[in-house]
T-cell receptor, first 111, second 113 residues
Framework: KQEVTQIPAALSVPEGENLVLNCSFT??????LQWFRQDPGKGLTSLLL?????REQTSGRLNASLDKSSGRSTLYIAASQPGDSATYLC??????????FGSGTRLLVRP | KAGVTQTPRYLIKTRGQQVTLSCSPI?????VSWYQQTPGQGLQFLFE???????NKGNFPGRFSGRQFSNSRSEMNVSTLELGDSALYLC????????????FGSGTRLTVV
């Protein structure tokens, strides 16, 4: 059974810091991995999609990497801003094509 | 390009009642998935519909059901509501089997009193 773990559960950093969010999964047989952002009470906004044949994806200040063999992904946020404060969720698409989510990392960027 | 539309945004229901939630996927997307989000359990998969057929189902009781119409719009029904059904219900659409990622709607916040 696929399990996804995100570390840390919460993070508080001053504005301007570069930070790394970690995601690990137990079964390397995934189709792709997607990072989402969720603001309180809102839906999920897709940040980056890494397909199983890819190693990383970049969008603006965000960079996500994927190492299937070790069951790990990281989301790197450069030069963090208060507007980046949200919960970040990692999800893998398993062998039956459903998303399995981690419990998320709550990020607070202090001005 | 319109996103995923979920209606209604908020619902308050009484225990024992039933409720129907609606999801309109992105135009051209044929797969619609439903997820329940609660503070205690996080995001859990309910079911997925593709071309009007349920292709996958999570570990939820039979009170939770759904369907998909020929225009790919999907509805989710919960009968005999319980207090524990209070949650944010999220719908996601994808082209086929998620190989190009999933797009989520804003969700329906259901409160059972």
């Amino acid at each position: 059974k696929q399990e996804v773990t995100q570390i840390p559960a919460a993070l508080s950093v001053p504005e301007g810091e570069n930070l790394v969010l970690n995601c690990s999964f137990t079964d390397s047989a995934i189709y792709n991995l997607q990072w989402f952002r969720q603001d309180p009470g809102k839906g999920l906004t897709s940040l980056l999609l890494i397909q199983s044949s890819q190693r990383e994806q970049t969008s603006g200040r965000l960079n996500a990497s994927l190492d299937k063999s070790s069951g790990r992904s990281t989301l790197y946020i450069a030069a963090s801003q208060p507007g980046d404060s949200a919960t970040y969720l990692c999800a893998v698409v398993d062998s039956s094509y459903k998303l399995i989510f981690g419990s998320g990392t709550r990020l607070l960027v202090r001005p | 390009k319109a996103g995923v539309t979920q209606t209604p945004r908020y619902l308050i229901k009484t225990r024992g009642q039933q409720v129907t939630l609606s999801c309109s996927p992105i135009s051209g997307h044929r797969s619609v998935s439903w997820y329940q989000q609660t503070p205690g359990q996080g995001l859990q998969f309910l079911f997925e519909y593709f071309s009007e057929t349920q292709r996958n189902k999570g570990n939820f009781p039979g009170r939770f059901s759904g369907r998909q119409f020929s225009n790919s719009r999907s509805e989710m029904n919960v009968s005999t509501l319980e207090l524990g059904d209070s949650a944010l219900y999220l719908c996601a659409s994808s082209l086929e089997q998620g190989e190009y990622g999933y797009t989520f709607g804003s969700g329906t916040r259901l409160t059972v009193v």
